[in-house]
């Protein structure tokens, strides 16, 4: 091929091939900094597009699992309360049945009533400050319960309902003023607080299992988001070892590129050769 000094051929298509060299280095360069061979949509837009989308969900998935905790929070504080409860009224239950004892003394049985009194007000106490995060499930405060988002778009939910386990109510049906001075309140007391005892372990039982509801649901979200993680990597991630050769290889690429460059461009220095 002819050279010119209009038209240096070679040295185009030496500068077209480093150019393209250079291009090549930048992708490659870009993949090893971020560790993505897809960071944005220019790289590939759809998988750009399905990795988004699939971090939106991850993100929802978060949200969810912060209202399955607070759900799984606010139960345990309820289950515990209910439980103190039950263990109240069994011991309520005793005081009342010894004071029933036709032949037991006065004295005993008001030091009894005392005791059985000092437990009421307990159950009281213990509905009060049953409380997380503002939430009380027990007192009779909360008319829909505890409502926990269970998917990514919110369609989806769990609720944990309210037992009101407050003196007077229909699960506890001892009053707040319940007390004894004879043997025949004693045992009508003792006889409604079995009955109240059955009811509060239902609730228990109820609240149980929406607990573990929550626990086995919590657990599958977590499983589910750590997937879609997982996927996200597969789908964007670059292969670090495989950029890291390319990038030594298109290094030397350059350098040779740099060099075909130069010579292509000192070939029409020989045209002055023919006027020496």
Do not use: C, W
Request: charged share 15%; hydrophobic share 40%; no cysteine.
């Amino acid at each position: 091929m002819t050279n010119s000094v209009n038209t240096n051929y070679g040295a185009m298509v030496a500068l077209q091939n480093l150019n393209k060299t250079n291009m090549q280095l930048q992708t490659t360069q870009n993949r090893i900094n971020t560790g993505l061979q897809v960071a944005n949509a220019k790289d590939n837009g759809g998988i750009y597009a399905i990795a988004q989308r699939m971090r939106s969900d991850v993100s929802a998935y978060g949200v969810v699992q912060d209202s399955l905790n607070r759900g799984i929070s606010t139960t345990d504080v309820t289950l515990a309360a209910g439980e103190a409860i039950s263990d109240l009224l069994i011991e309520m239950k005793e005081k009342a049945l010894a004071a029933g004892d036709t032949s037991l003394d006065t004295p005993s049985r008001v030091a009894l009533n005392e005791d059985f009194k000092a437990l009421r007000d307990q159950i009281a106490t213990i509905v009060e400050n049953a409380e997380f995060n503002g939430l009380n499930l027990i007192d009779g405060s909360a008319t829909d319960g505890f409502i926990a988002l269970a998917n990514a778009d919110g369609s989806k939910t769990i609720t944990v309902g309210t037992e009101n386990l407050s003196l007077s109510g229909t699960i506890v049906t001892l009053t707040s003023t319940a007390s004894f001075d004879t043997a025949s309140a004693a045992s009508g007391i003792a006889s409604q607080i079995a009955t109240s005892l059955e009811n509060v372990n239902s609730a228990l039982a109820r609240l149980g299992t929406k607990s573990k509801a929550l626990e086995i649901h919590q657990t599958f979200v977590t499983k589910l988001s750590d997937a879609l993680e997982s996927g996200i990597g597969n789908l964007v991630d670059a292969d670090m070892a495989k950029e890291s050769a390319k990038l030594q290889s298109l290094q030397v690429k350059q350098q040779l590129g740099i060099q075909a460059l130069s010579i292509a461009n000192s070939a029409p220095q020989s045209v002055l050769s023919f006027f020496r």
